[in-house]
């Protein structure tokens, strides 16, 4: 892997992603969140893969809580497995990490089987559990220092703390800080090895807006020292904001995998096209005539679902051909929610809150 | 096996446990404050009055103008026995600590002296020796009589004397009896309570799923916190020891028999709380659990009081307690210093600290279902 340094078109920020030489990746910029594709200069080589998961099966009596799942994770990219609440999320990463053992199936990481070789993998892996609460009684130093020791790798305490921007807390007890706080310590601790892949199991469930942005931060710092990040979410936004690759869990089943816009595009509802205030009465039917669906309100607002971005022009060129006039248009694209929407009937979020 | 891990693990258990009032509270300064109160309480520290019992072989208006003596002198509870046994037996039966014995011709002998100068009567005086602060008080003021009382008669010289024997063969007290049953008590509460607090709220808290995916293995973790364990019991044992020398002068006696009980102990306790800790899955219930099994273990095996002295049936329970044995063979080994009792009550206690923590061990899995 070779590091390469990107300016954010948009607000300038220099940030450092690691990738082969060839490989477009799809970055967020760590000060503006505005997202964007590079391309690591140079010759394109074959990915390797950090996690390959084959035909994995986890069954309780009655219960399949996994059902036959198989999936495979880039080195250096963020994937996210996201699903509600019972969907086989934890089960699943916590199978990869060996602490529960797979009914069926293979689990290969950094390409060593872990059935037989997860010792020998230990020292290249590091996890945050979920519901992760650390030693109460140690300083936030004292607890990577205690758990830094424990590898034989071992990064260097201060960088991490001043890459968490845990250094004003470091001699806080463990007890005393935040949700928010925990979590960045708990995130921390996945660095004290230097590892290759980073395992996040809901690293920012139950905390406030503001906590759950710091720690994507900190998820998003991670991409950039190349490191392979598999977290596990219920949160649309979260998955939107940090994946470059997704996997949709639901019933114990893979239902869709692929990038954000590769999702969208295959499963997210059409592209709706808002047209206001339409000043004459004939648009919607002039529309229909071209082979578009439409919706007219009745007060001249006209919504028309469109296949694709590029036949927002279509319309408008049609309108204006026929010299009608309005007095503005929006265009809203699908999302993750609609697309969970779309592959299972229910709204993520309400599951989650039920 | 990692000793370096297992160092590190041991050494940052210290730093945690010394940072929690509360666990140093209950581990060292809570058995202190028992000890002192109990102390206090059976060893005769805080009597206003000392109960001294009198047998009148004598029975003559000489003999009793003594014991109205004693008797006015204001501090003294005086009791009369009549027993036609031996006074020895009769202390022991009685639990009597403090007795003076007037020997018949105690008159005949002192009305002798006024034409005989050569002639003495000796009053035997009973005590238990471990009773210092009693004894002190006691034999001052039997001797302040004896010295009026001699004054009288002859002036000065000694015509009735005083001849002292323990009232114990062996010298021990209640609170010989009760520090080694507090040494027991703490070190089960400290294994048991340390034992499911790793192994329910760690779980709980993810930290055994985050230690299982590290370099440290199950066995190097448990060594280390049975090493903290052991650290935890001999420190407690010294802290009650010390206050045990200090405040009451008791004499104990370390040994490999008193070591062996500590580490075995230590290793019994735990593995009952890994046995709790994994059926068990809830912290507060947990703790529950382990108040359930460890409070009545307190009461029934002779922690506070001999088991000897409750009703047939309890006696038959504590000796099925593994706490009684532990307690049994810390008084032996300790104190009493009879070490043939002291090897079977460490024998005893060996096979179930074995058969406990092989079974706790082997129940306590970092993996979930």
């Known amino acids: 892997m070779i590091e390469h340094r990107f300016k954010c078109p948009h607000c300038g920020a220099i940030a450092t992603f690691y990738g082969e030489p060839g490989e477009t990746k799809v970055v967020t910029c760590a000060a503006c969140y505005t997202r964007g594709r590079i391309t690591i200069p140079g010759e394109k080589q074959d990915n390797s893969y950090a996690i390959e998961v084959s035909h994995l099966k986890k069954v309780y009596d009655d219960l399949i809580a996994v059902n036959d799942i198989s999936f495979a994770v880039k080195t250096g990219e963020i994937f996210a497995f996201l699903g509600p609440n019972g969907a086989g999320k934890t089960t699943t990463v916590e199978m990869i990490e060996s602490i529960r053992t797979p009914t069926a199936g293979a689990i290969k990481l950094l390409g060593t089987d872990t059935k037989t070789g997860f010792n020998q993998v230990k020292e290249r892996i590091s996890i945050l559990p979920q519901e992760f609460h650390s030693f109460e009684r140690f300083t936030v130093r004292e607890t990577l220092t205690y758990f830094s020791k424990l590898y034989k790798k071992r990064a260097n305490i201060d960088e991490i703390l001043d890459a968490m921007d845990l250094r004003s807390h470091e001699k806080k007890l463990y007890r005393n800080l935040s949700g928010g706080l925990k979590q960045r310590v708990g995130v921390a601790l996945s660095l004290v090895n230097d590892p290759e892949i980073v395992f996040l199991d809901e690293p920012t469930t139950g905390l406030d807006p503001k906590a759950r942005r710091e720690v994507w931060q900190v998820i998003a710092n991670l991409r950039s020292k190349g490191k392979t990040v598999f977290l596990t979410t219920h949160y649309m936004e979260e998955a939107e904001h940090l994946a470059d690759h997704i996997a949709i869990i639901h019933k114990g089943k893979i239902i869709a995998e692929g990038s954000l816009q590769d999702l969208i595009n295959r499963y997210g509802e059409n592209t709706t096209l808002y047209i206001k205030n339409c000043h004459s009465a004939e648009a919607p039917q002039l529309l229909e005539d071209k082979g578009f669906e439409v919706h007219s309100s009745g007060n001249g607002d006209i919504t028309v679902k469109i296949d694709y971005k590029e036949k927002v022009l279509e319309v408008l060129s049609a309108l204006r051909h026929d010299c009608i006039e309005y007095d503005g248009v929006d265009i809203r694209g699908s999302n993750l929610e609609e697309v969970f929407l779309r592959l299972t009937g229910a709204r993520l979020i309400e599951e989650v809150d039920t | ?369």
């Open chain 2, 1 to 369: 096996m990692n000793l370096k891990i297992v160092g590190i693990d041991f050494l940052y258990s210290i730093r945690s446990w010394f940072r929690s009032r509360g666990t140093v509270f209950w581990s060292l300064l809570f058995p202190v404050m028992l000890i002192l109160l109990f102390g206090a309480i059976f060893s005769g520290m805080g009597n206003s009055k000392y109960t001294l019992y009198v047998q009148d072989l004598d029975n003559t208006d000489m003999s009793q103008g003594f014991v109205t003596i004693l008797n006015k002198t204001g501090i003294l509870n005086i009791k009369n026995i009549t027993t036609n046994g031996t006074i020895t037996d009769y202390i022991k039966e009685n639990n009597i600590k403090n007795l003076i014995v007037i020997p018949k011709g105690y008159k005949t002998d002192i009305t002798r002296s006024y034409t005989d100068p050569t002639t003495k009567v000796n009053l035997t005086y009973y005590f238990d020796p471990t009773e210092q602060q009693t004894n002190q008080v006691l034999r001052s003021v039997i001797s302040s009589v004896l010295e009026g009382l001699n004054m009288q008669i002859s002036q000065g010289r000694t015509v009735v004397g005083l001849t002292e024997y323990s009232t114990v063969t062996e010298n021990f007290g209640y609170i010989d009896f009760f520090i080694p049953g507090m040494i027991g008590f703490t070190i089960m509460q400290q294994s048991i309570y340390g034992s499911i607090e790793r192994n329910t709220k760690f779980r709980k808290d993810g930290i055994l799923r985050k230690l299982l995916t590290t370099p440290i293995t199950r066995s190097e973790w448990i060594l280390a916190k049975m090493l903290f364990m052991l650290f935890l019991a001999f420190v407690s044992t010294s802290v009650a020891i010390g206050v045990g020398i200090f405040a009451f002068g008791i004499k104990v006696n370390i040994n490999l028999l008193t070591i062996t009980l500590i580490i075995a102990t230590s290793f019994l306790f735990s593995g009952i709380g890994m046995i709790i800790g994994r059926f068990v899955k809830e912290e507060e219930t947990a703790d529950m659990a382990a108040g359930a099994i460890s409070f009545p273990m307190m009461f029934l095996a002779g922690t506070f009081f001999a088991v000897d002295a409750m009703p047939s049936i309890i006696q038959m329970i504590a000796r099925a307690l593994p706490l009684f044995y532990v307690n049994e063979g810390l008084r032996n080994a300790m104190i009493y210093m009879n070490q043939s009792e002291a090897i079977i009550n460490t024998g005893i206690v060996v096979v179930f600290a074995a058969i406990f923590f092989i079974a706790g061990v082997l129940l306590t899995k970092w993996k979930e279902d």
